[in-house]
Every structure is written in C-alpha cells, then in structure tokens.
C-alpha cells in the first residue's frame, strides 16, 4: 500500500546511493508529473525537465560536478576548522558522514540511471523587480522549487531515491552549452534519481516549536 | 480517509476564498512541523515561521497587502492589452477570473484565521556566491521553497486551504518593522490559510510531455 503523505514526508531523506537499474520510463513520467502539479505565479508553470541518460552526458556532468563538490567541500572544511567554539565530536562525525555521502555521490553521479536537470524558462520578469531594478528572489525562485518539492516527494512514494543539489551552478555555463540551453534559461536544480541502495528513514530536523514565532519575531509559544 | 500521495498533488489549488472560522492550534503544529520535514543545504534548516492571528496584526498586513496587490493588477492589465496577438476570449476569462480571486483575497486577507509569514535566516553564504560575488540564487532558495510546499501539501491533506503569495515583498520593510524581524532575515512567502469557502479540485497545467526533454533541449518524446 502507498504510504501516506505525512509518511512520505517524515522519511523523505536524501538518497545519495543509487543502484544502477534502470526507471521504467512511465515511472518517470509520473514523477515528472506530479511535478507540474506544483503552484507558479499566475500558473506561469516555467519549469522544463532535462531528462539525462545518454552514458557519455552523464559522465561529463559527473566530471564537472566531482571537481565543482572538491572545490566545495574544501572550502567548507577550511571554514569548519576556523569555528569558535570547534564543533562537538557529534557534530563532526556526522559531518564526515555526509561528506562521504557527498563524496560517494559525486563519484558515482554518472551511475545513477538518470540525471534531472531541472529548468526555468523566462518570465516577464518586469513585475518581479524593485525600485532598484533588482530581482526580487524569492518571487521568482517560488514559482520552480515547490515543483522540485513534488518530484522529490513522488520519487519516495515511488520508491524511487533522489537528491536536491544545486552544485551544479558552479558549472551552468558548461553545461548549458553542452546540451544545448537557451542563454535565458535557467538550471536551478540537479537531481541523481534512482532506486536506492540504503532505506529510506527518518529525517533529524530542529524541534518545530523552537522555530515558530508567535505575532512577532521570536515569541516562541510551547506545544501542548 | 487521508487521501494518497499523489491525490493531493492534483487538487492542490490556491484557495482564496476561506473561512474565518479558528484553525486548532494543533493542526497548526502538524502543518509546520510537515514543514521542517523539507530538504536543506546542508540540513541547514533556514525556516522561520511567523504566525500572524492579533486581528490588528493581520489588517495592517491587509491594507499593505491590497495596496501592493491594486498596482500589481495594474501593471499586469496594462502588460496584457499591450500583448500581440492579443489573448483570446477564453484567455481573457480566466484572467479576470483570476483577477477577481485575487482581488477578493487582498479584500479579505486579514479574515483569515491566519497569515503565515515564511522567512529565512541569514546562512554562511560565502560558498553560494558566484566568481563576481553575486549570490547563486537557486542555491539559497532552493532551501526554502521545498518547506513551504511542504505546508501546502500538509494543509491540503488537513482540509485547509491556503495560497502561495510573495506580493509582500513590496512592503517588506513595513512588515518587518511592525513585526521586529531582524534586517538580515528574508521574508521569502507569505500564506493566508483557512477552512476554504470553495473546493479542492483539479489543477489546469501543460501536459507533462510538452515540458519534458530528454538528453537535450527540446528533445521531446511521445509518452506511451
């Protein structure tokens, strides 16, 4: 039986170990579906799925992505080293866990049986612009994420692994030219998806209470 | 019975027509704690959630909002009737159906029971700016928009009904002070939620094939 929505919510982790067997192409297009559903501004519905599959694609992302996350991760060791106080023995080995993760990942990118790039085409974006002319983010980027939220949530309840990275954009210029994406779309998303090697389980997030404010910021109000 | 997974997704409209009547306040925790379940860099868990209920609270955030929203619908009639070719009549329809939707929800925005406002917290940024130092948009929401998705697919399974809107971003300075967000916290979404007037029902969207390519731009493929 399909779990339910809460279920597929509470054990939606990220997936960064893929088998490499192959998605049959109608469980696909029901994950990309459930994609579309998502809400844009005024229905706009920007998105457009690149579907990667060809080896010899997948493989030059992998090798751009693993130099881009080497880059990434040693930036973020640096930064890990200079932390006042250092963190806690917890918290450092569960960093490395998610650096092997990381790593795993980025070697084994080209393995997983497809590769989401996920797109925005151009809007009218003269409506999305402040007095200063610049971009307001977050009217934009709402109307893409939420759908990325139902393929990530369709994947689970299909039993199916993914991962949201946005590394990717360290590279977007490459990878434009390489599949042939107008300048004037956006990729605002990167997905491995595959069936997964470990379980799904659940997630370890901060207590709800302790980040929702009441009529104001910070007035914190106990769970009864 | 909770409805599946994927019967959520393809009733999930925006409601901009709700009640007034209470929302228990623990149905008000399991929406935002469905929330905390999304995805983040780094697990970073950006989210902050303002409950906005004080009546007067609310009607300052509506007459903001109306404000906004009388030029917003402006500006979008007179973008349309310099459109070429002009839209056809049941384009024009469903715009001012639309139009009407959104002006009854600017009208009565402070009746609904609450107002969430989703906001984000400063992160280490330094690794989400590009060469030139501009901030890699996708990257930072990215962490955010998948939460509130969350809450709008939790709503809908829990029989609320709710609306993602980002118009506050043209008064955001206001409503942070009224509010004492701090300068560097983002208000990424703002969403009126409530019992709804109206009903679920299916969603209108591009067929899946049309926005689907596959190994390169505009490689489409008949779905079988």
Redesign the interface.
Known sequence: M?????E???S?R?MRRLKPDRVP??VV??V????????S???S?P????????PE?KRFVQECYLRALRV?LQ??AE?AARRQPPPSPDETARQMR?RDAALHLGEHLHEAPLLLLVCMVQR?L??LR?AQGN????????S???A???I???CR?LGLGAT?T?LH?AFEGQIKER????AD?????MLPIGYPLGRFGP????R??D????????QLRA??
């Open positions: 399909e779990p339910g929505l809460f597929i919510m509470y939606l990220a192409e109608d297009w029901k990309l579906e459930a994609g579309t559903m998502a809400p501004g005024g229905n519905q998105w457009r799925f690149v579907v990667l599959q060809d694609v990434y930036a973020g930064a998610t009218d003269s409506l402040d971009l307001r983010g977050p009217a934009v980027y709402s893409i994420f939420p990325v939220q139902n990530l949530l369709a309840a949201l946005t954009l599949l042939g994406i107008p779309v956006e990729t605002v998303a997630t370890r997030r901060a709800v209470e980040v929702t404010y009441w009529d104001g910021w910070n769970r009864r």
